[in-house]
């Protein structure tokens, strides 16, 4: 499956974006799929994950409340909803599907990847 991660850019503190990560090649309806983020200097880190079904997310703790994962698997797609945006958010994004109906916050588990959609919050 190909992955292409979308969505991102400069943005004030307060503000929103949502990053879309459409997918081809294969469905993506019986897969998990996560979102990273890598900020300059830093490790990738997990940010949001959901189920193949969509009916469980899970949140690093530092976006629970402002951030939300879903998809539209008629569309192929993820979202992630980022809400009252911090500059602390600022890294690049990455989405990737694992081969697997259960997400996992470890990005060796994911098969696939995006290129990435760079966020930037301003302060």
């Known amino acids: 499956v190909q992955l292409q991660a979308s969505g991102g850019g400069l943005v004030q503190a307060g503000g929103f974006l949502r990053l879309s990560c459409a997918a081809s090649?294969?469905?993506?309806?019986?897969?998990?799929v996560g979102w990273f983020h890598q900020a300059p200097g830093e490790e990738r880190k997990f940010v949001a994950a959901?189920?193949?079904?969509?009916?469980?997310?899970y949140y690093t703790d530092s976006v629970k409340g402002r951030f939300a994962i879903s998809r539209d698997n008629a569309k192929n797609t993820v979202y992630l909803q980022m809400n009252s945006v911090k500059p602390e958010d600022t890294a690049v994004y990455y989405c990737?599907?694992?081969?697997?109906?259960?997400?996992?916050?470890?990005?060796?588990?994911?098969?696939?990847w995006g290129q990435g959609t760079e966020v930037t919050v301003s302060s």
């Open positions: 090649g294969r469905t993506l309806r019986w897969y998990a």
């Open positions: 990737a599907s694992r081969n697997d109906a259960w997400p996992s916050t470890n990005d060796y588990e994911y098969d696939s």
């Open positions: 959901i189920t193949a079904s969509g009916g469980d997310t």
